[in-house]
């Protein structure tokens, strides 16, 4: 893609655009500017805590200027430009609208990542871990019995209890980011986060080990 | 420019619709009224090509020149044919990538295949409309591939359409079902085709069909609800007749019918050839083909879970393809969303309008409505160990774009090798290759260059590959070599070839032909007039010289319909002397045996 540069005109009409992805004149679609992050991209306060149906309002209106479907008859120049674009806020909606994916996204922007130190496991949650993955080399080594079934039956009661603990930080997550109003902890932010990450590991874990079975019984459950 | 269409190019079935003030219109053909052209296509030694109705029917006597359900090998290599594929055709094995039929003393590609069913549905849009079509829109299944939609997409191109573009079946459904509907909320459809199950979660908001999720088998459908059915009539036919594939192809096409039939009758009878009739009831129809209709609840169970809807949350569940007809299905399909499914559009035109109605979309007739897709399967990189590593999620939606950066694992590396790849699975060997390519970098120390690879979905959910070298700033563009696809010098050979045959005058050709059977009678009749002067009755001959110098005479022309009449009126005049021939014959053979039994 070519790196455009702007000035806050647009390309074909030269009316003011400042950050807008469409001109508010004729519609045309602008380049994408270098340092455009999520939140503006689809015009919300750089803020932790986003109102989730302003999102999505947002995003639906972007999408139905940007859509290339809506260009199909245009230049090539801006069907090339549609297309970038809608591809940044279908990347920028998935990303915002999971506090999760935010909040990792959110280090980012700050210049941080959840790389190496996560690679340790957070002591909070270690000692769980470690029980959980003991109970899953046992269920693998186990023979067919009743034995294995009593395991199973373990690791499926383990499997639903961290199902639920997990979807509970998550909702809490929400909360935080409500509750900071504004840059937030990165320190407990990156410790949060890392948590999750860790547990929902371990959730695919126990997932794969009850096989397909077990997780549509889960699915129904839902 | 003209108007662009919507096709619905299906394993059985194809149809072509157009968006008209009334709404969206499936065309028939004008000298026929068909509405649904068969997906079949036959290929003569000669060079002719038949599609539609008669090529169906030829299947029986012709089964390795005709090629029925080639959606099934869209995009695929010659290792996923199955046996009963190899029982049922011949494939070129001599060049690897693309599977390659071998049809009619040709080598025929799965997209060139497709071309000719494609514009065949052009000519009948064209007739239908009174004015050129070059441009369309065509479905596939929402489960497709990358390579899939490729070979949808190089079939549209050699059928001299521009694809405008590719739409998920189901989507296009919703579209014709939305429309009238006005609806708002989550909606299912469920898409069980000839060949293909698709089933999509969407959610509809103020004109904005949005896709949830999609999940699918590319290769369960009709047929092999057909399949099961004619395995079981095959056990009545005499064992030495089993493997002859013209009989599988008549079997086949009678299990075909027995299904449709017990859609609607709790019994029918089935004539086996070399067997007797044979009652088949509902239920043991059924009994035959449960474990396949119930394998498509675990897709339906996996789309509403990436989804995040409960089947609760589902408002309607809509009805698509013609395998939704058959009784087990629709019970199916309510068992798994505890309601019974929508079936007010005809399943098999459903698609179709669907199509006609995006086509209407992107012509800027409908900018109330827009279609959200995603992209279905995963796609990624082999990186370190074999492993399969994932820049883009299933159910993404399209367009999509991520970009990755990457490093060198050895001094002085020249180029990097990139792997792409498509699935769900952990290792990239389980996954499917969609192309490999390398990317030229600066030679320096490993661990340090920085190679950026951008991976791009655009709204037909085709994928392309840009890499730029950050050290150098230099950005290249990669020659993505498609693993299972046709590459674009083929592309252009068949495309070249293609026009070379539509810009042959179809009268040179007849002309040729016509030629060719003059000469066979005329050197035919020769021979006979020497070997069997004898047999002639008096002024025969000379009648029959005469029309012989006719014949000659029309052969130095370039009229082929003179030569055509030459050859009949010689036909005519030496039919009583071949009757005379072939009786002198007959009564020889007799009574050389009458000798031989004394």
Known sequence: MEADSRQGECWRCGAEVRDALVCPGCQAVQPLPADLDYFRALGLPRRLAVDLADLERRYLDASRALHPDRFQTASPREQELSLAASALVNRARRTLRSSVARGRYWLELQGDRLGEDSKRVPPAIAAEVFETQEKLEELRAARPGPAAEALRHEVRTLHDGLADRLRAKTDELETRYAAWNGDGDLVELKRRLSEIAYLTTLLGDLEAALGGEETRGTDRRH | ?598
């Open chain 2, 1 to 598: 420019m003209g108007r662009i269409v919507g096709i619905d190019l299906g394993t059985t079935n194809s149809l072509v619709a157009v968006l008209t003030d009334d709404g969206p219109r499936v065309l028939a053909d004008p000298a026929t009224g068909e509405r649904l052209l068969p997906s079949a296509v036959t290929f003569f030694p000669n060079g002719e090509v038949v599609v539609g109705t008669r090529a169906r029917e030829l299947a029986g006597e012709r089964p390795f020149d005709t090629i029925l359900s080639v959606k099934r090998f869209m995009g695929l290599g010659p290792e996923h044919a199955t046996d009963e594929d190899r029982r049922r055709y011949r494939f070129d094995e001599a060049k690897g990538g693309v599977v390659r039929f071998l049809a009619g003393g040709r080598s025929v590609t799965p997209p060139e295949v497709s071309a000719h069913v494609l514009r065949e549905l052009r000519r009948r849009a064209e007739a239908a409309l009174g004015e050129p079509v070059t441009q369309a829109v065509i479905t596939v299944p929402a489960y497709f591939n990358d390579s899939q939609r490729q070979a949808t997409k190089d079939a549209g191109r050699l059928a001299g359409l521009e694809v405008l573009r590719l739409v998920n079946e189901p989507t296009a459904a919703s579209l014709a079902y939305g429309l009238d509907k006005g609806a708002e909320g989550v909606i299912a459809v469920y898409d069980l085709g000839g060949g293909t199950f698709d089933i999509s979660i969407l959610r509809l908001h103020a004109g904005i069909f949005e896709v949830l999720a999609t999940n699918g088998d590319t290769r369960l459908g009709g047929d092999d609800l057909d399949a099961r059915l004619a395995a079981l009539l095959l056990e009545d036919v005499p064992a030495n007749d089993r493997d002859r594939p013209d009989v599988r192809a008549r079997v086949l096409a009678a299990a075909e019918r027995a299904k449709r039939e017990l859609s609607a009758r709790e019994r029918v009878d089935v004539a086996v050839e070399g067997g007797d009739r044979r009652s088949i009831a509902r239920a043991e129809f059924e009994a035959l083909v449960r474990d396949l209709v119930e394998r498509t609840g675990e897709p339906v169970r996996r789309a509403l879970k990436d989804a995040g809807v409960t089947p609760g949350d589902v408002r309607e569940v809509v009805a698509v393809g013609g395998s939704t007809r058959v009784p087990l299905v629709r019970r199916t399909m309510e068992t798994l969303f505890g309601r019974p499914p929508l079936v007010d559009i005809d399943p098999d035109e459903v698609v179709a309008l669907g199509a006609g109605i995006q086509a209407g979309i992107l012509s800027g007739r409908r900018g109330d409505m827009l279609l959200l897709d995603v992209v279905p399967l995963s796609l990624g990189i082999e990186t370190m160990g074999g492993v399969f590593s994932r820049l883009i999620d299933r159910n993404t939606t399209i367009p999509a774009s991520v970009k990755e950066t990457f490093t060198t694992a050895v001094d002085d590396q020249t180029s990097v090798d990139v792997h792409v790849l498509q699935g769900e699975r952990e290792l990239a060997s389980d996954n499917r290759s969609l192309a490999r390519f390398k990317i030229p970098i600066a030679p320096m120390p490993a661990g340090l260059p920085r190679i950026e690879v951008t991976f791009l979905v655009d709204a037909n959910g085709i994928l392309s590959v840009t890499a730029a070298d950050l050290r150098t700033g230099t950005e290249r563009s990669v020659e993505v070599k498609p693993s299972y696809g046709l590459n674009d010098v083929e592309i252009e050979r068949m495309l070249e070839e293609s026009i070379d045959l539509a810009e042959e005058d179809v009268r040179q050709r007849q002309l040729r032909e016509a030629r060719v059977e003059a000469e066979i009678i005329l050197r035919a009749t020769r021979d006979s007039l020497r070997t069997h002067a004898d047999a002639a009755v008096p002024g025969e001959a000379e009648r029959i010289r005469d029309a012989m110098a006719a014949l000659e005479a029309a052969h130095a022309t370039e009229d082929y319909v003179a030569i055509r009449d030459a050859v009949e009126a010689l036909n005519r005049q030496t039919e009583p002397f071949a009757r005379r021939i072939m009786d002198r014959a007959l009564t020889e053979a007799l009574g050389q045996r009458r000798l031989e039994e004394l």
